[in-house]
């Protein structure tokens, strides 16, 4: 069954079509990628699934609900984890955990009995009592997709949860992207690694706000004339 799907949806900034045309699907349970280079759409493209940015084109439903007149009931269903991380920098991972628990309206025992849940899955638990802004980059990034995973959200929007991170911490985030879909969630995320497009179950390749290849990784490594993904990759860079 499909949870996404848009058609020929589109947003202009000024004169630039930062998302242009796009029509695509997600299918519930599986985790797609969006690939592409920095200024291809990906953020633009997210924000509007997310019901956080009106298109001024075409139409979207997300979870049965209409992108542009209901972005309201979509926000209640969906997780998101933003490109710019927006932690409470001068209070403790705990009390970052309590905040956003509070914005989604947890009450304090299914807080308690999610955080203690999610404590034993990574390894945030010895950290919690220290000040957000002294957490090293990885940790920061942990604690932000255990924010967007908070509320056991039925759909999780991630925009480039493993930017900038070291090898290892993008494994970990990994491992949980992973925990997350087999518990059933859907997962929307982009990246500009192109070993992590393997990971994901279907992709999409954006170029200049558009659509420049949709399927399996296996697929889109197929394009190009046999030279595979980072071929088709590096055509599409400006
Ligand atoms: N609020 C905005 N105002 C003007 N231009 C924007 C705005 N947001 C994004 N853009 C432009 O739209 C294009 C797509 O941006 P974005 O969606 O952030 O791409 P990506 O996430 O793939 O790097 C870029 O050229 C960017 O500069
Ligand atoms: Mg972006």
């Not at 298109?55 to 007149?69: K, L, T, W, Y």
């Amino acid at each position: 069954m499909e949870i996404i799907t848009t058609h020929e949806l589109g947003k202009s900034f000024g004169s630039l079509k930062a998302v242009d045309r796009v029509s695509m699907f997600v299918e519930e349970g599986e985790i797609l990628g969006i690939l592409g280079a920095n200024g291809a759409g990906k953020t633009t493209l997210i924000k509007m699934l997310c019901g956080t940015l009106k298109p001024n084109e075409g139409s979207g439903q997300v979870a049965g609900f209409d992108i542009a007149a209901e972005s309201g009931s979509i926000r209640h269903q969906i997780g998101y984890m933003s490109q710019s991380v927006s932690l409470l920098e001068n209070m403790t991972v705990t009390e970052n955990i309590e905040f956003y628990g509070s914005i989604y309206r947890m009450n304090r025992k299914q807080l308690t009995t999610r955080w203690n849940e999610l404590q034993g899955m990574v390894n945030l638990g010895s950290h919690r009592h220290k000040l957000a802004s002294e957490l090293p980059s990885g940790l920061r990034q942990m604690l932000a997709f255990v924010i967007s995973v908070l509320h056991s959200p039925r759909l999780l929007f991630l925009d480039e949860p493993t930017s900038g991170l070291d090898p290892l911490s993008r494994t970990d985030i990994w491992q949980q992207i992973y925990r997350t879909a087999y518990q059933g969630t859907t997962v929307v995320m982009s990246t500009h690694y192109l070993d992590e497009a393997w990971y994901c179950d279907r992709l999409i390749l954006m170029e200049n706000g558009r659509i420049k290849a949709q399927g399996s990784p296996e697929y889109l490594d197929s394009l190009a004339g046999g030279k595979g993904l980072v071929q088709l990759f590096f055509m599409s860079q400006p």
